[in-house]
């Protein structure tokens, strides 16, 4: 086994083999996925209850990320939003709300670009933001807080709502400005504090996908990559409390922060 | 492997995984070592351009150094 990843409450969420030909990834109670890099193709087995768009969603969301750090492409566990030509991300382990704020501001008419994950590369001296194929997917009562939809009686299960389709997407790669580190809501009111660069490289690592931290080749390339981003975009802690009513609070407190105060009105 | 991010470094020990931050005074400690000075020639070199007492400069870089070594990101010449 080359990889663990531990959830939130403490189950084990995704579990990844070498293999000869690849890697398996064994996502419990959803699926199975082989991926054969001599064939250069990729086999979902899934669970007998799983529903397809679970599948498509760990396929888009982990798998495909997953890959790409094998080809020293560097992938962030983030969600993103677009704030006048430019890229800030959320970050944070699930839960922490990174779905609901970038939808958040979608909702208020500034384009989201990512809702999970997503890529980032460096071209002349700027890093940039790549969109994500999925759409925001929220809890039920965040989608009802947050878009005013209609509350799903199946509140277990977080899916893409059916009325995201409507909310603005920026679907073309943007610098990325900024970086937000997600706290875990135990502030009173937005609280955004500054992350010393060298400090924030390891916070980016718990946040950015890796598929084998085992391979010297792959780690040291993602090392790299982590420290040129952490280099380039400002990182900050931000805090606030989950409630939904505080959420133009913390937009306004991001744009301004962000150096976007125009976009606060 | 060492990057630097800012005016600080990040290091990274491939063989286990771990990372070492070093702030702006830890970063020209590791430059010093890595350009092979002693450390009594790195806390003299501290000592001409920092404004420290020389006995809490020498103190620092040893516990830095021995932090290092420990996390095998330095070696024993």
């Not at chain 1, 990320?65 to 006048?84: C, K, N, Q, W, Y």
């Not at chain 2, 000592?47 to 516990?63: G, N, T, Y």
């Amino acid at each position: 086994m080359v990889r663990e990843c531990i959830a939130a409450d403490g189950s084990i969420s995704m579990l990844a083999y070498r293999r000869p030909s690849g890697y398996l990834l064994r996502f419990p109670g959803s699926a199975d996925f082989d991926v054969d890099r001599e064939a250069d193709v990729v086999t979902a087995v899934p669970a007998c209850d799983a529903a397809p768009e679970r599948i498509e969603v760990l396929f888009q969301n982990q798998v495909l990320p997953l890959i790409a750090s094998l080809e020293g492409r560097l992938v962030l566990h983030a969600s993103a939003v677009a704030l006048d030509g430019v890229a800030v991300a959320f970050l944070g382990s699930s839960g922490r709300g990174k779905s609901t704020l970038a939808a958040s501001f979608a909702a208020a008419g500034l384009p989201f670009l990512a809702e999970d994950s997503f890529e980032v590369d460096f071209r002349d001296g700027s890093c940039r933001a790549f969109p994500s194929a999925l759409g925001p997917r929220l809890w039920a009562d965040s989608a009802a807080a947050v878009l005013g939809a209609a509350p799903d009686a199946d509140a277990e299960v977080k899916a893409r709502h059916s009325s995201c389709g409507a909310l603005p997407h920026c679907e073309r790669p943007l610098p990325l400005a900024m970086l937000y580190l997600l706290g875990d809501g135990s502030a009173d009111a937005p609280l955004i504090t500054p992350v010393a660069r060298g400090a924030a490289v390891p916070e980016l690592i718990a946040h950015s996908f890796i598929m084998d931290g085992g391979d010297r080749r792959i780690l040291a390339a993602h090392f790299a990559a982590l420290a040129r981003l952490a280099d380039g975009v400002a990182c900050a802690r931000l805090d606030f409390p989950r409630e939904y009513e505080s959420l133009e609070a913390v937009r306004t407190a991001i744009v301004v922060h962000a150096g976007q105060p125009r976009l606060a009105a | 492997m060492a990057r630097a991010v800012g005016t600080e470094t990040v290091l990274l020990d491939l063989a286990s995984g771990t990372y070492f931050g070093l702030d702006e005074v830890g970063t020209r400690v590791w430059e010093l070592l890595q350009e092979g000075k002693a450390l009594g020639d790195v806390c003299a070199a501290m000592a001409s351009e920092f404004e420290a007492p020389p006995d809490e400069i020498e103190s620092d870089v040893l516990e830095l150094a021995r932090n290092l070594l420990d996390r095998r990101l330095i070696q024993r010449a």
